[in-house]
């Protein structure tokens, strides 16, 4: 799927633009302000942001037009089966517990959803509809993620899920005519792909009306939305299930119940963890600025695992991107023409390998990792990785449920996940297909 012509033409003045500005400030030997700079950062965002919308419209286009199915008439008007949905939810949590509720109301409530969903649903049955809300609502986690789409998905029939590993090297002789060839035994492994569950709770208050909920229904869905394709990209990255000094919080020690670093422990290591500790000679110190030798020199530590550009991806955080506009050899969509649709959110790339630029990529300390509440974090990282050693697997999509707590007058809502993330070779210790440069200075 590639975006149009129209839309390239958008993003690349945009990013065009950005170039220009920094490159002239750096010509007159003047760093950029910070306000300068968080405006560029912005403006990036910005960019990513059209660049989604842009595949949207072209998945929805190609897959029955410009829309979802949406509600013709009534005071649901306009809204598709997935925002009908968290409706339903908090419909089903008033009625779990209609303890000082209008019943007339619930029961207007329950009438007028019927008919809107039949309207969104053409026929096709209400038991149809949860399907088809899951799937809606996963088509846009997965339009927004940056980092999920890099590596190949494993649907999970079961938790946990054996998988086959790539097999050993294969020996070749000389053919003689009417001469068996001699065999041989491949070595073969398998590795336990194991699903994590990532909850979530969201109490709200709320007027326990219909009214007040089809005014809640888009934000909801909107704030769901952004904080799954959040986390999903944030744990791939960062995921360290040590709890003490960890890579994103060097210096502290941290919980599952802890606010904004608990999802952390979920379970399984992130790419950044295989340089940082399970691999170290994977890391490199670049302690410099930003260069052309950077690039190279991370992808040299891939060995046989870097040579074909289509199988690699750099990540790397939004400062660093910042400072790499001036380096030659990186090149923008400016340059890149209609060719630079070959992976979401890339908005650069170095000799074939496309650069995805990630907010859940953050600056580091010197030493790679993110010290915990520190103000030396301000060193950059960038990620390679090949794409094809590293296997993404789901158990269980998002699922949404809604309960009500009367003493509060609240809606609680409670997301969840499950999901799985294993590098292919099965040894972590040796693997040599990721590597991180880090201690970028000047970012």
């Known amino acids: 799927m590639t975006l149009g012509t129209q839309d390239i033409e958008v993003i690349k003045r945009e990013v065009a633009g950005i170039r220009d ?32 919308d842009g595949e949207r419209r072209a998945l929805l286009a190609r897959y029955g037009g410009e829309d979802r199915r949406r509600v013709t008439h009534g005071k649901y008007r306009g809204m598709d089966a997935l925002s009908l949905a968290y409706v339903r939810s908090v419909l089903n949590a008033q009625l779990r517990e209609p303890a000082g509720l209008n019943q007339r109301m619930l029961e207007d409530w329950q009438n007028n959803l019927k008919a809107a969903l039949d309207s969104t649903t053409a026929g096709s049955g209400d038991e149809l509809v949860a399907t088809a809300e899951a799937s809606a609502l996963w088509s846009d986690v997965n339009l927004e993620t940056l980092i999920a789409p890099l590596f190949s998905r494993v649907e999970m029939p079961t938790n946990p899920f054996e998988i086959p590993l790539q097999l050993g090297g294969v020996n070749w002789y000389p053919g003689t005519e009417n001469t068996a060839v001699t065999g041989t035994a491949p070595a073969t492994a398998r590795q336990t792909l194991t699903a994590h569950e990532l909850v979530a709770e969201v109490p709200w208050s709320l007027t326990l009306d219909e009214d007040a909920v089809i005014a809640m229904a888009e934000e909801v869905r909107s704030s769901l939305v952004r904080n799954a394709v959040e986390v999903i990209d944030d744990v791939l990255l960062n995921a360290d299930t040590t709890a003490a000094n960890s890579i994103n919080a060097d210096g502290a020690t941290i919980t599952a119940a802890t606010a904004g670093k608990g999802h952390w422990l979920v379970g399984f290591d992130g790419l950044l963890h295989l340089p940082l500790v399970d691999n170290a000679t994977q890391a490199n110190n670049h302690n410099a600025a930003v260069s052309d030798g950077m690039f190279n020199e991370v992808r040299g530590k891939l060995g046989r695992y870097g040579v074909r550009p289509s199988e690699l991806a750099y990540i790397m955080d939004v400062s660093t991107y910042i400072k790499s506009l001036t380096v030659n050899n990186f090149r923008t969509l ?70 009500r707590d009367i003493q509060k007058r609240q809606n609680v809502m409670v997301v969840s996940m499950r999901l799985a993330f294993m590098e292919r070779t099965g040894n972590r210790g040796t693997a040599t297909h990721t590597a991180l440069q880090y201690n970028i200075t000047g970012v």
């Open 21 to 52: 500005f920094y490159e002239s400030r750096m010509d007159s030997e003047l760093a950029p302000l910070q306000e300068e700079v968080n405006r560029i950062a912005a403006q990036l965002g910005q960019v990513q942001e059209q660049w989604r």
């Open 334 to 403: 400016d340059k890149l023409g209609n060719n630079a649709t070959l992976l979401r959110g890339q908005l650069g790339a170095v000799e074939g390998i496309p650069v995805i630029v990630s907010e859940q990529m953050a600056t580091a300390d010197a030493d790679g990792k993110v010290t915990d509440g520190g103000n030396a974090n301000t060193k950059g990282r960038l990620l390679i990785t090949n794409r094809t050693q590293w296997r993404l697997g789901f158990r269980r999509e998002l699922l949404i449920e809604t309960t």
